[in-house]
């Protein structure tokens, strides 16, 4: 069996629609999940331990729950349990956001907890508020920790995308697949999809050593 | 150093805490006159540090009453309940009238030297940035830190990084400074410009209260000096009377050790003298 790479040239199009859509559901998610993460870390750490709870039952739910199951309720349960019509974008969106979310969550915790806890000591005692010691001291420090972890949660995050084709949504891997389907190719298709991935992430990774040397020199 | 009939800058009344099972604090009463300098000294364990925590509530206390200032930042009676329920916006402000300092510095890594004493003024006073930082910069020169305003913590050695602790904490401009073992996490050679600062601090008229193992600077710097034991004041006076005619037995016993370190150390000095 030889390898015929003209299926790749002449589907390009297609190939380029679907790295688009692949990029733009990383991107919009990876933002929706930081805020997600912001705001489920921060009230994990909250004193009220009501709150905390929910945070805690939020990050273990879409922790243990395999994307897969949640992404394939999000869209075909979600609608019948609560009668609302979701479109398969929205689907997606909601499903790979609040996963994400949870990651983030716990890298948020995580980050601020290995403050010392004289760094608190010393902000409280110059008179500052919770959110002056947050905003001004804690979360600084913390996320200059949180770099790596956050890049290596990001870059699976663009990988996991591959999932939404399940819903038909024409990500890349959703296109390889559609391709494959009347090219009889799919050795070649899926190679490439491989290739694209490693081209697109290696620089990221990289990019996040970097960071990561320039964190801990600072501190 | 006294100051003679001057106000009360600090009035701890009843101060009772435990943590878990273990009682640390059984009742202390303390007063600080304006100027004073009182020296709390005790075995590991006795609640020295616990003691500075709950003045400015870093540790809260199970019941008691603490006055700073004249202001009322905590009174709890006896099974819990709180006659003051202050927001905490109130305990706040009355708790930025007491400068605290670490054994362990606890600047902030991610500011300069200067950005760790403006911090409080900018952030919490709300002062305007350049006139902090024209504070900032002598409340440093006094600390005899005038080069090394712009530098990050890690640059700075563990006697400069303890000076800009104590500028940090002035430049709230507190009616009572609190030391927490300000020395004992330096190399021995640093402890000196340390207490040096703080001689300095004393005669210049701040109140302070100090937790230390060093028995010499206490006789030296402190106008009182109190034991604790086992979460109890045994003894409380004048450093000549504590330290030198110790009464009580466990107060004796342990000036006795620091007796003890210090006569091993006498053939060291003798050398020297010769």
């Not at chain 1, 395999?66 to 992404?71: A, H, K, R």
């Not at chain 1, 491989?194 to 320039?214: D, F, H, N, Q, S």
């Amino acid at each position: 069996m030889s390898f015929d790479f003209s299926v790749i040239t002449q589907n390009a199009p297609l190939l380029w629609q679907g790295f688009l859509i692949t990029v733009y559901y990383t991107v919009i998610t990876i933002v929706a999940g930081m805020i997600i993460g912001l705001v489920v870390g921060l009230i994990q750490l909250t004193p009220y331990r009501l709150l905390a709870w929910l945070g805690r039952v939020y990050v273990e739910f879409f922790r243990n729950i395999p994307l897969l199951v949640i992404l394939l309720w999000t869209y075909y349960a979600l609608p019948i349990f609560m009668g609302l019509n979701i479109t398969k974008g929205w689907a997606g969106f909601v499903a790979l956001s609040c996963y994400v979310g949870a990651f983030y969550a716990e890298i948020l915790r995580a980050g601020v907890q290995s403050i010392e806890p004289g760094q608190t000591d010393a902000a409280t005692a110059i008179g500052m508020s919770y959110s002056q010691r947050m905003r001004r001291i804690i979360l600084p420090q913390a996320f200059r920790r949180m770099v790596p972890p956050l890049a290596g949660q990001s870059i699976i995050q663009m990988k996991n995308t591959t999932l939404l084709s399940i819903i038909t949504v024409p990500d890349l891997l959703y296109q390889a697949s559609y391709i494959s389907s009347f090219t009889y190719r799919p050795m070649e298709i899926y190679t490439a999809i491989g290739i694209i991935y490693v081209v697109v992430l290696t620089p990221l990774t990289l990019l996040a050593r970097r960071l990561e040397k320039r964190g801990g020199l600072s501190l | 150093m006294k100051r003679e009939g001057s106000e009360t800058v600090l009035a701890l009344e009843g101060i009772h805490k435990r943590f878990g099972d273990r009682p640390v604090l059984r009742g202390i009463d303390l007063t600080v006159k304006a100027g004073e300098v009182v020296v709390l000294i005790g075995a590991s364990g006795s609640g020295k540090t616990s003691l500075l925590r709950c003045i400015n509530l870093l540790n809260i206390p199970d019941q008691g009453r603490i006055t700073i200032a004249g202001e009322p930042i905590f009174d709890v009676e006896e099974g819990g309940r709180d006659r003051l329920k202050l927001p905490p916006r109130q305990v706040n402000r009355i708790r930025a009238k007491t400068g605290m300092v670490f054994q362990q510095f606890n600047l902030f890594p991610h500011m300069t030297a200067l950005g760790n004493v403006i911090e409080g003024p900018v952030i919490v006073q709300g002062i305007d940035r350049a006139a902090a930082e024209k504070r900032g910069c002598e409340l440093l020169d006094q600390m005899g830190l005038a080069d090394h305003r712009h530098k990050h913590p890690a640059q700075l050695s563990g006697g400069q990084q303890q000076r800009v602790a104590i500028a940090r904490a002035l430049a709230m401009n507190p009616a009572v400074m609190l030391f927490d073992e300000p020395t004992s996490a330096l190399d021995p050679e640093l402890v000196g410009e340390v207490l040096k600062a703080m001689l300095a601090l004393a005669r210049s008229g701040m109140t302070m209260v100090v937790v230390t193992h060093e028995l010499g600077f206490a006789f030296e710097i402190a106008d009182r000096v109190v034991f604790l034991d086992e979460g109890i004041v045994v003894a409380d006076g004048a450093p000549k009377d504590v330290l030198l005619k110790p009464e009580h037995p466990r107060l004796k016993a342990f000036v006795g050790r620091f007796h003890e370190t210090a006569d091993m150390l006498r053939p060291f000095l003798e050398a020297a003298q010769r």
